[in-house]
């Protein structure tokens, strides 16, 4: 359905009909909810946009992520700096790719979150002992600590490092990258 609503709206506006590439183009984004079939209907609607963006966002808020990969949701909430939306569709989640942008565009403003999320995903590695991943455990650290400072909270990030280095104290390769961490 996406590949033929994409063929028809391609079709249509080399041909100049605009409504109905703009038809195919909504069609397209409610089928594939991604970033680049939301700019599609962004361009065809010329003056239409704002009444068009309000019912595109709606049906990316209604539908949240059942049945269609959180990225595009992801991708289009961030584009249009809709920190809590793309929050709301990853929050309780383990979908790696789709938290990650969202925790970056969130450090400032919702330090709290960003936090929790980053500790969610850097823990269960350190916790398990996956040495072959630490680095990845380590990113999210970084992103913890990244939030702490935009929160103007140094030495509650300094107090879990030092817990951290003081659980895992014998784990020699995560204590090296842990108190990179700390500089």
Known sequence: KV???VWLRDFA?????????LSAAETAFREERSLASYQNVQELAGDE???RRER???QLRQAGSRSFSRQGPVEIFLHEGLIDDAIAVVDGTNDYYA???????????HPDW????????????????QSAAYHHAVRWLGHARDAYLAAGRRAEWQAYLDELLAQHGRKYKLVAMLKALGR
Request: without cysteine.
């Open 3 to 5: 590949q033929l609503a």
């Open 13 to 21: 506006a080399g041909l100049g009909k605009r409504d109905l590439a």
């Open 49 to 51: 946009w704002g009444e």
């Open 56 to 58: 595109l966002l709606d």
């Open 99 to 109: 938290i990650e942008p969202v925790v970056k565009a969130a450090l400032a403003s």
């Open 114 to 129: 960003a936090i929790r999320s980053s500790k969610g995903q850097a823990e269960p590695i350190m916790d398990r002992g």
